[in-house]
């Protein structure tokens, strides 16, 4: 079955870096495209980077030139670089494909995801 694992979360200071994990079993990992998605406190879950199975990105507005996400089809994980951390980044994190995982109940897969704090 599907299984996410997110690792690397923390509590860290403005301006310091971070880097997310997160493996991935269950899905035909080279052929998806793969993000990696946040939730802060009483905001809905945002899509902030993607990468397609051939490596090119895209990312959100607010991390553009701060976050690069990258993949390892061999070991089906991909990670997430954050790099210049503002308090407004702090947010559980979590890896999925995009779209999401969806069963056909149509409830989505989430994993535990990780948590960023950034605060001084």
């Known amino acids: 079955q599907v299984q996410l694992v997110e690792s690397g979360g923390g509590l860290v200071q403005p301006g310091e870096s971070l880097r997310l994990s997160c493996a991935a079993s269950g899905i035909i990992f080279n052929i998806v495209t793969m993000g990696w998605y946040r939730q802060a406190p009483g905001e809905e879950r945002e899509l902030v980077a993607q990468?397609?199975?051939?490596?090119?990105?895209n990312d959100a507005d607010s991390v553009k030139g701060r976050f690069t996400i990258a993949r390892d089809n061999a070991k089906n994980t991909v990670s997430l670089q954050m790099n210049s951390v503002k308090p407004e980044d702090t947010a559980v994190y979590y890896c999925?494909?995009?779209?999401?995982?969806?069963?056909?109940?149509?409830?989505?897969?989430w994993g535990a995801g990780t948590l960023v704090t950034v605060s001084s």
């Open positions: 990468i397609a199975p051939l490596s090119s990105t």
């Open positions: 999925n494909v995009v779209p999401p995982v969806t069963f056909r109940t149509g409830e989505q897969y």
